[in-house]
């Protein structure tokens, strides 16, 4: 499996969330909807995910192992270093 694309939509406000991504999986399959989160110890990356009734968040598509999780991650944040310093496409306020 390789990535073969990975967009960066960022955003323009000052929370927390810096980025929206999708990752594309050999031409052929993509996942939407990440995010670029700066936390405490640094940006890490949330799957996407619904919220469930009793209010928490589960993925619903993330990597099954550690290997996989770092090479999607290694590729968003390369990425968005390419991209975070210039000016957004778009100028909506997105919030999480």
């Known amino acids: ?3 073969t694309d990975v967009r960066i939509r ?3 406000s000052d929370g927390k969330m810096k980025a929206i991504v999708s990752v594309t999986f050999d031409d052929e399959f993509v996942v939407h909807d990440i995010k ?3 936390g405490q ?3 890490f990356i949330a799957m ?3 919220k469930t009734p009793d209010g928490e968040f589960k993925d619903i598509a993330h990597p099954i192992n550690t290997e996989t999780r770092e090479k999607i991650q290694k590729s968003i944040f390369d990425q968005y270093e390419k991209v975070k310093n210039e ?3 778009d100028k ?3 919030e999480e």
């Open 1 to 3: 499996m390789q990535i």
């Open 10 to 12: 960022k955003i323009t």
């Open 36 to 38: 670029v989160i700066e």
């Open 41 to 43: 110890n640094g940006l």
């Open 48 to 50: 996407p995910s619904r």
């Open 87 to 89: 000016e957004p496409e």
């Open 92 to 94: 909506e306020n997105i």
